[in-house]
Structure formats: C-alpha cells, structure tokens
Antibody, heavy 122, light 107 residues
Framework: QAQLVQSGAEVKRFGASVKVSCKASGYNFKSYGFSWVRQAPGQGLEWMGWISTYNGDTNYAQNLQGRVAMTTDTSTNTAYMELRSLRSDDTAVYYC???????????????WGQGTTVTVSS | DIQMTQSPSSLSASVGDRVTITCRASQGIGKSLAWYQHKPGEAPKLLIHGASILRPGVPSRFSGSGSGTDFTLTISSLQPEDVATYYCEKYASALWTFGQGTRVEIK
C-alpha cells in the first residue's frame, strides 16, 4: 500500500530556511513524481511545485520562484522541499503528494503525506 | 496562467439533497481536471481525475463531468460524512492550479 510519511513540525525565524522531507513506501518510487501543496491558516490549497523522480525536472509556482527547491533521493525513496527566506505568510501546513512523472500529462495527486506544520515567527 | 474559479464558495444543504459545485477554467484544459475532498486535520483526498473518472473506493454518489472550460462535481445524495471543502485542480501542462474551494455543510 503506497504511503508517504513527512517530517515533523518546524518553527522557524523570519528569513530562515526550512527543509521538509517526504519518505515514500509501498510502490516503485521512480514511477511517479511529486507535487508539494500548502495550506495557510484559513486559506485554500496552493500548489507549490512539482518534481520528476525520473529525471529531476522541476516546475515551480511563479510566486515561489527563487525561494523554493525540490529534490529527490532515489537511494532512500525520499522527496524534499526547501523554502528559503521565510516570511510570516509562509506559515502553513505543507503536504507532499504523489503525482505524475510527466509534466505534460497526469491524473491528479493520488497519495498524500500527513502534512507538516511550518510556523514562521519573529 | 490559467485561473480556476469555483462556485459557490460555500453551501448548506440537507442530508439526501443533490449538491452541485462548478469549476470554470480561464482557458480550455481538455479533461485535465481533478476534484479533491479536504476535511479539517486530514490530508486532501483525490475523488475524481480526468474530469469524470471516479477513483477506486470513492462512493458512487460522487460524479464529475465537463471538458474544456466548464466542469461540475455532483453529490447525488448528500451524507453527513461529506461535510468538507472541495477543490478542483487543473493538472499537468506544466502548471497546476487549484480552485479556491467550496465549503459544504449540512443544514
């Protein structure tokens, strides 16, 4: 049974960086990509970006370009999302989700991690 | 960028009612649309992809339709466990976008 387990909650200062991990199990890691999605308090879901485990290609949301980096480690079946220069509006629950490996086609995000709360404060 | 607009933003209906949520894309997206159910404290759940393909294990009271720019999620008979926020999502073609969500409550 496919499962994604994320790292624990983080509290960060303004301007710091955070790196969230997402360990996959129960399926062939290199057959699927990952999307990262976040939800700020009282807000809707926001797609942050996508990474292919096949070739490492990435696609990031325009509003996060330059601050976000997504990587994968096929030796440990783990995906990572790093967000830099944290601001108060980065306070959110961050989710990883299994997605397509093809940037031009897909079928939705069918397996989700449990979410990681990131709190940014002074 | 393609924008996804959902309506209504919230609704309240009685148990057994038929509920319809619409999602409109600012440009044609074919059938590259998914619907998610999100309950507080839980991860979102994929209900439908390809605009109308029900995921395994999702109750048959959920259905999706549409293509191009106009899409619909229908709950044929609302149940108490359906209380959640529902999101449409345009996927692939290099950029993914969520609608703003529709909160569904029981009257």
């Amino acid at each position: 049974q496919a499962q994604l387990v994320q790292s624990g909650a983080e509290v960060k200062r303004f301007g710091a960086s955070v790196k969230v991990s997402c360990k996959a199990s129960g399926y062939n890691f290199k057959s699927y990509g990952f999307s990262w999605v976040r939800q700020a308090p009282g807000q809707g879901l926001e797609w942050m970006g996508w990474i292919s485990t096949y070739n490492g290609d990435t696609n990031y949301a325009q509003n996060l370009q330059g601050r976000v980096a997504m990587t994968t480690d096929t030796s440990t079946n783990t995906a990572y999302m790093e967000l830099r220069s944290l601001r108060s509006d980065d306070t959110a629950v961050y989710y990883c989700a299994r997605d397509t490996n093809d940037v031009w086609s897909g079928y939705g995000m069918d397996v989700w991690g449990q979410g990681t709360t990131v709190t940014v404060s002074s | 960028d393609i924008q996804m607009t959902q309506s209504p933003s919230s609704l309240s209906a009685s148990v057994g009612d038929r509920v319809t949520i619409t999602c409109r894309a600012s440009q044609g997206i074919g059938k590259s649309l998914a619907w998610y159910q999100h309950k507080p404290g839980e991860a979102p759940k994929l209900l439908i992809h390809g605009a109308s393909i029900l995921r395994p294990g999702v109750p048959s009271r959920f259905s999706g339709s549409g293509s191009g720019t106009d899409f619909t999620l229908t709950i044929s008979s609302l149940q108490p466990e359906d209380v959640a926020t529902y999101y449409c999502e345009k996927y692939a073609s290099a950029l993914w976008t969520f609608g703003q969500g529709t909160r569904v409550e029981i009257k």
